[in-house]
């Protein structure tokens, strides 16, 4: 699963993650965008995402999925993920992974290690080996309440856990190649009954090379959304597992 990410964390003390970078990797206008180092579900996060016969666009979504039909939006706490095994056959995303689908921007997320012989876990922090920003494979929805209240929500879809992950956990966010955003985000394909076109999206679902990724331990902190500054992501000189 993923249940914590981090957005532009890197700030602009990092060339590569720049506000220039992001505007350029993404195409949008970074002056809404701020440090985030642990954004929990049920929080705004920043998406990509294209309506028809329009450009691709930077919208703030409330993280967990509330489907349009559902009666409660106490079920988004619920859908913060969607299993990309399944994403076309669940009645919570299939409407959405064939019409409704975003770009959920990022640049590292956390996953936690049972610790053998203890009900304790060790928080990890994975990224890119080069820290640059990416983006996760998002499915959005709006849902309006009796009273007329519009809530715009995502969900981060999952895959089987790399080789690097797998140790540490044994599912992971889908991280789309570049070369796949524009397919990805385009609302027209996919939309009709197209089973190739669906058997397509799939395809890029898989697990991001694990070759490409790094991954190390962090401190507890970052188990309480409360805290959301740097140290959430520092890495620790030596954890004690056992």
Known sequence: MCGRFTQFSRGEATPTTSAETIASVFGIETSQL???????????????????????????LQWGLIPSWAKDPAIGSKLINARAETVNEKPSFRASFRHRR????????????????????QPYFMSL?????????????????????????????????????EPIHDRMP???????????????????????????????????????????????IVNSPKN????????????AIT
């Open 102 to 121: 975003c770009l959920i921007l990022a640049d590292g997320f956390y996953e936690w290690q049972q610790i053998e012989g203890s009900r304790k876990k």
């Open 174 to 220: 889908v991280i789309l190649a570049p070369e796949d955003y524009d397919l990805w985000l385009d609302p027209d394909f996919g939309s009709t009954k197209d089973p190739a076109a669906w058997s397509k999206l799939q395809s890029l679902l898989d697990p991001y090379p694990a070759a490409q990724m790094k991954a190390y331990p962090v401190s507890t």
């Open 34 to 60: 701020t440090p985030r180092f642990n954004i929990a579900p049920t929080q705004s996060v920043a998406t990509i995402l294209q309506l028809p016969s329009a450009p691709p666009q930077l919208q703030f």
């Open 228 to 239: 959301d500054t740097p140290e959430c992501k520092q890495p620790m000189s030596a954890v």
């Open 129 to 165: 080996q080069d820290d640059r920003p990416f983006a996760f494979a998002g499915l959005y929805d709006r849902w309006q309440s009796p009273a007329g209240e519009t809530l715009e929500t995502c969900t981060i879809i999952t895959t089987t856990a790399n080789e690097l992950l």
